[in-house]
């Protein structure tokens, strides 16, 4: 039985439930396990308006998050935004979670104007790549991405 999904954007209050899944998350990436440094992440960007985190629920219990950071198309004139993190806990998935957080993010972005949203995912994440492409998201062939790391990222 799939459960009762409740997605909703997320407060500071949120924060116990949602620091559990940030972990999780950047577990899934390989980073070891720190839910205290998790934790101060999520605060700081709560604190300084940095970032807009939605939380989904299945009956009543942490099941997913996305969090989107602001940004601005220059030559579009517009605003944009990152989807930089989506998480569904591995026992909630394949339930609709990823798929209603992503439309939460993009009626939010619709709402404020913005002219994209973008994410990336790895080329290997073929699950994920086939659920974008079912929600109308569009792999770019215009351009390339190039990283410049500066700190131990």
Same mark, same amino acid.
């Given at each position: ?14 924060? /116990?439930?949602?620091? +559990?899944?940030? /972990?999780?998350? @950047?577990?899934?990436?390989?980073? +070891?396990? /720190?839910?205290?440094?998790? @934790? ?7 604190? *300084?308006?940095?970032?807009? !985190?939605?939380?989904?629920? !299945?009956?009543?219990? +942490? ?6 950071? +602001? #940004? ?6 517009? @605003? ?7 998480? !569904?806990?591995?026992?909630? =998935? =394949? @339930? #609709? ?12 972005? =619709? ?15 073929? %699950? ?11 792999? /770019?062939?215009?351009?390339? !991405?190039? *990283?410049? %790391?500066?700190? #131990?990222?």
């Amino acid at each position: 039985m799939a459960g009762t999904t409740r997605l909703r954007q997320a407060t500071l209050e949120n924060l /116990d439930a949602l620091a +559990p899944l940030f /972990d999780a998350y @950047r577990q899934f990436y390989g980073r +070891p396990g /720190d839910l205290e440094a998790a @934790r101060a992440f999520l605060l700081a960007r709560f604190e *300084h308006g940095e970032s807009t !985190v939605f939380l989904a629920e !299945v009956d009543g219990e +942490p099941a997913g998050f996305a969090q989107i950071y +602001p #940004g601005f198309s220059s030559v579009g004139l517009a @605003r944009t935004f990152l989807l930089n993190d989506l998480f !569904v806990a591995p026992d909630r =998935r =394949r @339930r #609709g979670v990823a798929s209603g957080l992503l439309r939460a993010a993009e009626a939010y972005a =619709r709402r404020l104007g913005a002219a994209r949203l973008t994410l990336s995912t790895a080329l290997d994440n073929t %699950a994920a790549q086939t659920l974008y492409a079912s929600l109308g998201w569009q792999r /770019d062939t215009q351009f390339y !991405v190039y *990283h410049l %790391a500066l700190a #131990g990222a």
